[in-house]
């Protein structure tokens, strides 16, 4: 398995353990849903070990639905270890779903 494959094996299986133990949801609205669907189509353009690159039409197709405040809410410790803010924040102005003001997502 290549070192690509690796890491998106272990982020979904972060998502996984996230989901056996229930995280707290935003006004009760969140799940990790969003999450999982940024990881499977946009891994490629956010995870930290690969270059920051224009996503495809797919990746903006799932970031233009994504519910952003959650997405960051469920973010684990590990995950910000191994996804980069600052590539899922460009990610996101690059297919016009911005985080809204006041969002705090890892440390940006």
């Known amino acids: 398995m ?3 494959t ?3 094996l272990m982020i979904l299986v972060i998502i996984g353990v996230s989901m ?3 995280m707290k ?3 009760g609205l969140c799940d990790d ?3 999982k669907h940024l990881v499977a ?3 490629l353009y956010i995870e930290r ?3 920051q690159t224009d996503p495809s039409k797919d990746c903006c197709a799932v970031v233009k639905k994504v519910n952003f405040p959650c997405v960051c809410l469920n973010l684990t410790k590990k995950m910000k270890e191994l996804l980069d803010m600052q590539k899922i924040i460009y990610v996101a102005k690059f297919c016009v779903n911005p985080n809204p003001p006041g969002t705090k997502c ?3």
């Open 41 to 43: 189509e946009c891994h």
């Open 20 to 22: 056996l133990f229930g």
């Open 6 to 8: 690796n890491t998106y």
């Open 33 to 35: 849903a969003d999450l």
């Open 25 to 27: 949801n935003v006004e």
């Open 49 to 51: 070990s690969m270059p």
């Open 106 to 108: 890892g440390e940006v």
């Open 2 to 4: 290549g070192k690509r």
